[in-house]
């Protein structure tokens, strides 16, 4: 008897269909993390400064 398919004959499901556990923490990844946080501060930063500059033209 031939089982059904869903046209992908070749596919496995992945890990035998079960849920998948958690990913293990790789190494470098906190230099990508520390990256973005230094700019989103600096973005912050900036936008503070605008906003400021706007708002008291006189001071600059």
């Given at each position: 008897m031939k089982e059904a398919h869903d046209g992908r004959s070749s596919l496995r499901a992945a890990h035998g269909g079960c849920v998948r556990s958690a990913r293990t923490r790789r190494k470098g990844s906190g230099a990508a993390v520390n990256a973005n946080l230094a700019g989103l501060v600096?973005?912050?930063?900036?936008?503070v400064f605008l906003v400021f500059?706007?708002?008291f033209p006189e001071k600059f």
């Open positions: 600096i973005a912050c930063a900036l936008a500059a706007l708002l």
